[in-house]
């Protein structure tokens, strides 16, 4: 018998879709310093030319923004930036209403910012914040209850092993694992075949039929889709972090592919919350902004992950410069 709660088992449930959509439960919080309803207030922003005493022009600007997102993103093994085409739908256990209620609307805010619909009170979660006082052992109980949520065994789906391992076992105060899907961005439909797929008419294996209506060596007619993802909250590890930075640093890593092992100290970003959550940012950076206008942005059809990741680098670079110039005048 599963050792899991009965409100987390229903929700998982729902977030893969196993049962009918229907209100997310959410019971009593455990302990958590930033379980705390937060006042009103704007997030501070670090300034995009500038970080800390070290004011960063030109071709400097450039190399490092260029790092920034290649070191902060982690698309599925093979495929391309995924980012999510379709309604996203946050639920949150294990936390006390208002705190849950206040982290749903804050990542569903970002994305209507973004142009991502966000679901209505009652919608089958496709994002599941779960806090929790074992981070590690909670999602090793997940994976051993649910595995094939966890594990589609398609290496085009999800970031692979190492990100797998340290899912289950990194000792990270926040930890996520998402689900992505190459789509046909003609008909909206899978275009890879997964485990379990069969011929409705034969009943033999089948792999999903696409018809190619422009052959190009440069772009590509399947695009990524986020699908899903389950993100824990270790509420004894947040080391002092405020309700409104936690919510805001969920909402980047619940609406992109971020590699939570990447080294975010040079950047500034929200990224870097844990390590000094006294001088980090208040919420999103304007680098952070820059970086998720750029995802939704970009043209999701080149057919090359490196050429995606270099337009994405180029808007957040153009989107800086621009900031500069107009508070220089």
């Given amino acids: 018998m599963s050792s899991l709660s009965a409100s987390l088992v229903l929700t998982l449930a729902l977030w893969s879709g196993a049962v009918p959509a229907q209100a997310v439960p959410q019971t009593p919080a455990a302990r958590t310093s930033a379980a705390q309803t937060p006042a009103a207030q ?8 500038q970080l800390g005493e070290v004011v960063v022009e030109g071709r400097q600007l450039e190399a490092l923004i260029r790092n920034f997102v290649i070191d902060v993103s982690q698309p599925a093994n093979n495929r391309g930036l995924a980012r999510w085409n379709r309604p996203v739908c946050v639920g949150a256990v294990n936390l006390r209403s208002e705190v849950g209620q206040y982290v749903i609307d804050r990542i569903s805010d970002v994305a209507r910012e973004l142009e991502v619909e966000a679901g209505e009170p009652g919608c089958r979660p496709n994002v599941l914040i779960v806090a929790a006082v074992d981070g590690a052992g909670l999602a090793s109980a997940l994976v051993e209850d649910r595995p094939r949520n966890f594990d589609l065994r398609h290496n085009g789906t999800d970031a692979g092993t190492r990100a797998f391992r340290n899912f289950r076992t990194g000792d990270q105060p926040v930890r996520w694992w998402q689900i992505s899907m190459p789509i046909d961005s003609e008909t909206g439909t899978r275009a890879v075949r997964l485990p379990g797929d069969i011929s409705p008419s034969t009943g033999a294996p089948a792999a999903p039929s696409i018809n190619v209506f422009a052959a190009s060596r440069l772009r590509t007619q399947i695009r990524d889709d986020m699908v899903r993802s389950v993100i824990i909250v270790d509420v004894d590890r947040l080391a002092g972090a405020s309700l409104v930075q936690l919510a805001d640093y969920l909402a980047l890593v619940a609406l992109a592919q971020i590699d939570a092992e990447a080294d975010t100290a040079p950047y ?57 110039g107009a508070a220089a005048e």
């Fill in 42 to 49: 704007t997030p501070t922003t670090q300034g995009s030319t």
């Fill in 268 to 324: 500034p970003t929200i990224l870097n919350l844990f390590a000094d959550p006294a001088s980090a940012s208040a919420g999103l950076t304007e680098w952070d902004r820059s970086y998720l206008t750029a995802l939704y942005e970009h043209d999701q059809l080149r057919i090359n992950r490196n050429s995606q990741v270099r337009a994405v680098a180029e808007a957040v670079t153009r989107d800086r410069r621009e900031a500069a």
